[in-house]
């Protein structure tokens, strides 16, 4: 048997390795990052579970708020409908005794020499659901547009169904025009004032614009006709060849009517970007549902040269900071001088290439200049260097159109300083051309007598031979230059030339004014 150690007796003690150690080491370091790792995990996945369930949190108690406001509004919407049942019954008879009134009120078209006469045969016609009177007297009223603005509205409220008249006032030409051969003169001005004055006869007098008193019948028809408009598009020649006021009637209809198709979001997308230019087109995109892609119709606009454009989407979006205006303006004022320049190098437009050019560059300068204004800008793009480069402009168009200096008449006698009429002059009576800037007037000083019945007339020269005659001395106490144009003439002429192009009284021919 092997004998047990003693513990007190002394026995030799074996070290670890230094490799054994290193070893401990690594493991002890391998455990710690470990735990580190696995620390920090759960920390995270803790911090993760408790943003989401705030979000969640905040979420349910989103959703119980709207739940809580529509069931709120679905009730006052419930008990509004006797109120508004009420309302309209009443209102109904008003207008029954009114129209009765009306259609026994032998003159009811009185005076539209102010507000007041508009506004009474505005109401006439609507009492009496005259839709095509109501047309023409609105159509044919463009200078009173803001006076019809603010008149209409109250008429229509005096419609048995506003909705229904507005749409038969309008059919002629919207959704297509049938007017034949007066389509030349474009009314989608009345059209779309016409269906913004209905938005106020129609809104709900209990709770608002939430809802719009159009009965189901209506929006139907409402329907159909922007269907309709929508088949004519191909006639019109598309999307990129129908005209602006068409597009703006087209979507103030959807508007007003309530009747904005979310499926065709795209199509109004591409209206809009053809459009762009009217200045009603941001307010009736975000009114249509395009918020959400204003972004990229903004950056589609940027693309097309259209940087004017895009400054007024951006501010009626709200998208300032991501496209700053000044520098859309400076890049818009950039390429107006390219193509300022192009025109001058385009050999087709010798004739007139400056003057296009000028007015290219002068449109655009005005453009900013306004948009400047109306966004306040001055302090970020200060317009007075625009201003000068306009007034530039200006001035060199103003030289250009500056008569040139006249050569001295080689056939004025020197003897009495009057002019004598062109050589070719008498082929023509209409084709007479003075040689000088101002056509000759003889006028007779009104304080020199008049000849004596006893003298005779000169004699009138053939007028093939006029140039080879000496014309008598003058004997008036002014030249012909420096004598003043007067309106009328004397009676009794001393000389008896033949007539030049209207110029044998001595008086130059008067022009009747052309209105266009």
């Known amino acids: 048997m092997g004998s047990i150690p003693d513990p007190g007796e002394l026995t030799e003690l074996t070290h670890p390795s230094f490799d054994e150690f290193q070893h401990q080491t690594s493991l002890m370091t391998g455990c710690t990052l470990m735990w580190k790792e696995l620390s920090d995990h759960i920390s995270s996945l803790e911090a993760n579970l408790i943003r989401q369930s ?10 119980d708020s709207e739940t809580k406001t529509s069931l709120d509004s679905l009730k006052k919407r419930e008990l509004s409908i006797d109120d508004s049942v009420k309302i309209a019954v009443n209102r109904v008879e008003l207008l029954k005794k009114d129209a009765l009134k009306t259609l026994n009120d032998d003159n009811p078209d009185g005076e ?151 499926e065709e979001l795209e199509l109004y997308r ?25 972004p990229d119709m903004i950056e589609e606009l940027i693309s097309k040269g259209q940087q004017l454009d895009a400054v007024h989407f951006t501010y009626e979006v709200g998208l300032v900071d991501r496209f700053p205006p000044v520098a859309l303006l400076k890049a818009f004022l950039k390429d107006a ?78 003897s009495n300083g009057g002019p004598m009429p062109p050589a070719k002059a008498g082929r023509s009576t209409n084709a007479y051309v003075s040689s000088f800037a101002a056509p000759p007037s003889i006028v007779r000083s009104p304080s020199h007598p008049q000849y004596p019945a006893a003298v005779p007339a000169y004699p009138s020269p053939p007028p093939a031979i006029y140039g080879t005659q000496t014309p008598p001395t003058c004997p008036y106490m002014y030249s012909p230059e420096a004598a003043p144009h007067l309106a009328g003439s ?21 022009y009747q004014q052309a209105y266009y």
Request: proline letters at 6%; one cysteine or more.
């Open 112 to 262: 539209v020499d102010n507000g007041d006469g508009l506004l009474q045969i505005l109401k006439s016609t609507c009492l009496r659901m005259e839709a095509k009177e109501f047309w023409n007297f609105v159509s044919g009223r463009k200078k009173d547009i803001e006076l019809l603005r603010e008149k209409i509205p109250e008429a229509l409220s005096e419609c048995i169904d506003p909705a229904k008249f507005v749409m038969e006032a309008i059919s002629e030409v919207f959704p297509v025009d049938e007017r034949g051969n007066e389509r030349g003169n474009d009314l989608g001005w009345a059209c779309v004032l016409v269906l913004e004055s209905l938005i106020p006869a129609v809104v709900d007098p209990v709770i608002g614009k939430s809802r719009m008193l159009i009965t189901p019948s209506v929006k139907k028809k409402a329907k159909e006709i922007a269907e309709t408009w929508k088949r004519s598009l191909e006639e019109r020649g598309g999307i990129d060849n129908v005209k602006t006021p068409d597009v703006h009637t087209f979507f103030q209809h959807l508007i007003t009517f309530g009747i904005v198709n979310e």
């Open 54 to 63: 705030e979000a969640l949190k905040r979420k349910i108690e989103a959703l």
């Open 490 to 510: 004397y009676p009794g002429a001393p000389m008896n030339y033949p007539a030049y192009g209207g110029y044998g009284n001595g008086i130059a021919p008067a």
């Open 270 to 294: 591409k209206l809009v970007i053809g459009s762009a230019w009217r200045k009603q087109m941001p307010k009736l995109a975000v009114s249509l549902g395009l918020g959400d892609k204003m």
């Open 337 to 414: 001088k390219k193509a300022a320049s192009s025109i001058l190098e385009d050999p087709n437009n010798a004739g007139r290439a400056a003057q296009l050019a000028a007015r290219k560059e002068q449109s655009a300068l005005r453009a900013v200049m306004k948009c400047i204004e109306e966004y306040k800008l001055e302090a970020e793009l200060p317009p007075e260097n625009l201003k000068k480069r306009l007034e530039q402009l200006e001035k060199t168009k103003t030289e250009k159109r500056k008569p040139s200096a006249v050569p001295a008449n080689k056939r004025t006698r020197a």
